[in-house]
């Protein structure tokens, strides 16, 4: 199926839904969940929790950068957030040992859900060698088992970095097991240089909240985040919220096996 016919069969077959911040803003949060069938093993114990979206990335900063703006939405709105780093960036400090760089850069990613209100969860493989086995499978799954989330974010699986790809693997697999219980949705890190051929079926205004994602993602010291924002995320914000009409903006691709939703 081609791209456009897909984005028409997500939006319900009724024509392009509208995406400015106005009707986002009207959405009920009530209708997330509208009409999943959510097995047993998935259905929470206390009905009274609070809802809970979990955002699975490559890297730390990947989260925050590619979806900060909505994570904080959420949270402001009573979710709770977990994040889970497939890796703790052992890779990603030139000249600085594997195991140096993941203490600063778990530091970095503890300091960013601390801001940020999530729950940081470290799935333990190794930046640059992260694995796709039957094992990694199985851990996987025991992740979204336990967190057993309402809503599910990670990367575009179309991706330059490996690490990318395989945290996109690993969650596809752990929900097409679980029977896709609950919402999933893509998001995008680096669109041009990292992820590739990524067309957003739904976007989150950040508008409210995008000064505190900045906060989040500029504590990424080591990665030089403030610095390189102005060329890659700041640009695709702007852009984004110039597609949803408002100011500043996340896109997602929503795949159209799970539940129907409304993002936030
Ligand atoms: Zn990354």
């Known amino acids: 199926m081609g791209m456009e016919s897909q984005r028409r069969k997500n939006s319900g077959g009724s024509g392009t839904p509208p995406i400015n911040s106005q009707a986002f803003s009207r959405r009920a949060l009530g209708g997330l969940l509208a009409g999943a069938a959510v097995p047993a093993s998935m259905a929470r114990q206390n009905t009274s929790q609070p809802k809970k979206i979990l955002v699975a990335g490559g890297h730390p900063d990947d989260p925050e950068t590619a979806c900060g703006g909505t ?3 959420y949270v402001d709105a009573g979710y709770q957030a977990v994040i889970v780093y497939l890796t703790r960036g052992e890779a ?9 760089a993941a203490r600063i850069r778990t530091a970095e990613a503890e ?3 601390k801001l940020m209100k999530a729950r940081p969860v470290f799935a333990g493989q190794i930046d640059g060698s992260s694995e796709v086995t039957p094992a990694r499978y199985a851990q996987m799954r025991t992740i979204l088992e336990k967190e057993a989330p309402d809503l599910i974010f990670t990367h575009w699986p179309v991706d ?10 690993l969650i596809l697999n752990a929900w097409i097991e679980l029977q896709r219980p609950q919402p999933l949705f893509y998001f995008e890190v680096a669109t041009g240089s990292q992820t590739q051929i990524f067309h957003p079926t739904d976007y989150v205004d950040i508008t409210a909240t995008v000064e505190r994602k900045h906060e989040a993602c500029f504590v990424h010291v080591s990665q030089k985040i403030r ?4 060329r890659n995320h ?3 914000e702007r852009f984004r919220g110039l597609e949803a009409r408002c100011s500043s903006a996340e896109a997602f691709v929503r795949h159209a096996q799970g539940p129907d939703a409304v993002l936030i």
């Open 71 to 73: 994570i904080l939405r």
């Open 227 to 230: 610095e390189h924002y102005g």
């Open 92 to 100: 990603g400090i030139p000249g600085v040992s594997h195991d140096e």
């Open 160 to 169: 330059t970095h490996p690490d990318h790809r395989h945290c996109a693997n």
């Open 234 to 236: 700041g640009p695709m």
């Open 111 to 113: 300091k960013a859900c």
